[in-house]
Each structure stands twice: as structure tokens, then as C-alpha cells.
């Protein structure tokens, strides 16, 4: 389903599933990541459904995005898989899949994305209240460390609008980044 003009990255609020016939393949990024081959065919085999709250913490006046994962049928509920709080400001994270990651996100303003895979092809809406840009990083200091730099927005893909994801995946283990592309489909409020 075509997600709603009122869904924006300045109000990311719904509920949308991952469209695995447009995504790209997350498998050998996976992979570098430590996770082990089971649990990656298992990854890729579920529909992966992302349930957004976007809103500004009254304290801090920063905005704030909270994600709910689940591979249920029922959808996400119950506490947040991630938050993403858009100030920059380092946080670590403690993930049972990628051990400790420490990640930071805010707003940017497409044209200063320096790469043009994360700064072409977005919706007018998406350039006006522009990307949600996170880099987060896993086994700092050691051989096998990664970078994931993402962009969250929105594109429209086979004559529909839908949330988008670039991903920009290093690690020391390869020689050039993964760039990989997932498309999310709104299946409805949050």
C-alpha cells in the first residue's frame, strides 16, 4: 500500500512491512555483522514489519523516533527495539544479535549529503523535511569492526510511495561498501 502524504520523515508515525521483491539483499552484510547463517536464512525468510513513533521529548525539545520490530502477525507492540534520537550525540546500544553498537542520528538536509546514492532520488516532501541519517558502528577497535551509515525517506518505487532505506555498509573485513536499498510498504497507523 502506498504510504499517505501525512507519513513524512517529519512524522514518521505508522506501521510498515519490508517489500523483500524491491529490497536488496541484507545476507553477506549479515554476515560480516557476526550474525550466523541459521539465524540469517531465518532474517530473510520472516516479513520483517517496523512500527515508527516520531515525537520531541518535552525535556530536551529534540525529536525522537522509536522503533518497534516484530516478525508476528499481530505487528509490533509493547516496548521499542531501537530508539533513535535525532541530536547526533553518540549512544550505546546493547543488541542481542550485534553485541555492543554505538549509533548516532539527526536530520540533515539532502543536499549536504556528500554521496550522491544518499542524496538523489528522493520525494519533494522528503527533501523539504529532509533525511533521517544514522551511522552506527559495531566491534570498535577490533579486526572484524563495521560501519552502517543509513538514510531513511521516502521514494517512489514501481508507481507507489514508499519508505526507503540506503545503506552504506563498511567493514574492516572488505575492501569497498555495500550500498543496499530496502522499501517499505505502509500497512497502516501506529
Known sequence: MSTPMSVTTANITGKFVKNKSLSDNLDEVLKLQGIPWLQRKAFNAVNLTSGFRQHTDLTTGVEVVEIFNSVSAGGPSGEPSNTRTLDFQERREESERLGSVVAKSKRVDVAEMGDVFFRDGWTEDTVESKVIHII??????????????????????????????????TSAKVQEAYKLRLYFDYVGPF
Do not use: L, Y
Open 136 to 169: 552506527m558502528s559495531g566491534n570498535v577497535g577490533q579486526s572484524d569492526a563495521w560501519t552502517m551509515e543509513q538514510v531513511w525517506g521516502f521514494e517512489n518505487k514501481d508507481g507507489e510511495r514508499r519508505h526507503a532505506r540506503r545503506i552504506k555498509f
